[in-house]
């Protein structure tokens, strides 16, 4: 019973520590993701500060630099609360096994002892002898051949608890020397967060001195931030008023043919939501499932991409701004792709540069400031389809807008996209 509970702890045991490796595989590949995504916004923040000028640009790096660093203190954090954990479990385990195989050899040594006592083969025969009965007689020698097959599980026994044993502390050593390249790490980036935040003060000192020509800048893209959320606001609510009428034509056809037919009519339950409206038809409303069983597992619109501005209201040198969605820095070039499936809603020119809006039943995904298009209205498009390339500005970056929209109201876009 004794050995059964052991194999029944070490079982768990080894769950637990099948669970802990996938999570700090996880917390190290998501390290991994943010290092890489850090040293593409640093080429890029090295490659403005070449301009002697301070410009917005530089500033919008470098609050993406101190966003993505913070996340990577975080991970670095957990990774090190894992390891503290691990390395509790890891340490009492040894502790019991050093217990258990100190038990082990006191009990084989016993044994060891009694065997030696008892070596003589004419003992052992007169033990047999002396018994009342044959049934007594094969029950003694029964006994003696079960002492001998014990001692030999013991050995085994004690052989398989000091390989457990040498096991863990292995991999005892190993958490721990994980646990102190990850102090360092941490000690690093907190250093280096303290420099990108110096540089941020800097920066923002810079421009200060240029509020004027800030502020000139900031109204040009404000002004056609608006009139894309105007256009966008606009095509929604076309959309939204099609499948109302469609919904009324269909009652009203229900309710021609129920009298035709002398029978009462259909009861339909009024729609009050924009996204319920659009997700009215029984394909509509499979789609608006599917897109939300989705959520935090949708691909990026580009394969390589930074969050430069997240959702909702920012500032920028005192200047209030507001987000509907999320910008995604990327490479020139970069091939923008629908996130799930769904009917292109519109495909517009704004200022040179191109809007595309795909329904998924009652939610819609929109993308902006794209340089070419590949998909026309009224097409239907599948997960991580080509819909056109990214634009790149004059000062040689290249950006998109992307945004989720259940019905008519604005969401979060990073909450429904995977891990990057």
């Known amino acids: 019973m004794k050995f059964f509970k052991t194999g029944l702890i070490l079982f768990f045991l080894l769950g637990a520590i099948q669970a802990f490796a996938q999570s700090s595989s996880d917390l190290k590949k998501q390290r991994e993701q943010l290092t890489q995504q850090l040293e593409k916004l640093n080429r890029d923040f090295e490659e403005t500060s070449k301009n002697k ?24 954090n957990s990774g090190i609360r894992l390891l503290d954990s691990q390395i509790s ?3 009492n385990e040894v502790h019991n096994l050093q217990s258990q195989l100190e038990q082990l050899k006191k009990e084989y040594a016993a044994m060891v002892l009694f065997a030696f006592r008892n070596q003589s083969a004419y003992n052992k025969l007169m033990f047999i002898f002396v018994a009342k009965d044959f049934n007594q007689a094969y029950k003694r020698l029964k006994y003696l051949q079960q002492i001998g097959s014990y001692r030999e599980r013991q050995a085994a026994y004690i052989s398989g608890t000091q390989k457990d044993l040498n096991h863990k502390i292995v991999e005892l050593d190993k958490n721990k020397k994980e646990k102190s390249n990850l102090l360092k790490d941490q000690v690093k980036e907190k250093e280096t967060l303290g420099k990108e935040k110096n540089n941020q003060a800097k920066v923002i000192v810079d421009l200060s001195k240029h509020q004027k020509q800030i502020k000139q800048e900031t109204a040009v893209t404000q002004r056609k931030i608006a009139k894309l959320n105007r ?40 729609i009050s939501r924009s996204s319920d409206v659009l997700s009215a038809t029984p394909e509509a409303a499979r789609l608006s499932n599917d897109f939300l069983g989705n959520r935090g597992r949708l691909p990026w619109p580009v394969t390589n991409g930074v969050i430069t501005h997240p959702y909702g209201t920012y500032y920028i040198e005192g200047i209030k701004d507001e987000n509907k969605g999320i910008n995604i820095k990327t490479g020139a ?26 329904r998924h039943g009652g939610y819609l995904t929109v993308y902006s400031n794209l340089r070419s298009v590949t998909v026309s209205k009224g097409q239907k498009v599948n997960t991580k389809q080509n819909i056109g390339t990214a634009a790149t500005d004059g000062t040689g970056d290249t950006e998109i807008g992307f945004e989720v929209h259940k019905g008519q109201a604005d969401m979060n876009p990073a909450s429904w996209l995977a891990p990057n």
């Open 53 to 76: 000028k301070t410009t917005l640009k530089q500033l919008t790096l470098l609050k993406a630099q101190i966003s993505l660093r913070e996340e990577k203190i975080k991970n670095i």
């Open 89 to 91: 479990d890891n340490t």
């Open 231 to 270: 256009i966008i606001a606009e095509v929604i609510r076309k959309e939204i008023e099609a499948a109302k009428r469609k919904e009324e034509a269909l009652a009203r056809a229900e309710a021609a043919k129920a009298k035709a037919e002398n029978k009462p009519a259909p009861v339909r339950k009024p």
């Open 333 to 358: 070039g970069a091939s923008v792709r629908s996130v799930f499936e769904g009917d292109v809603l519109t495909v517009q020119d704004i200022e040179g540069t191109y809007l595309v809006i795909i």
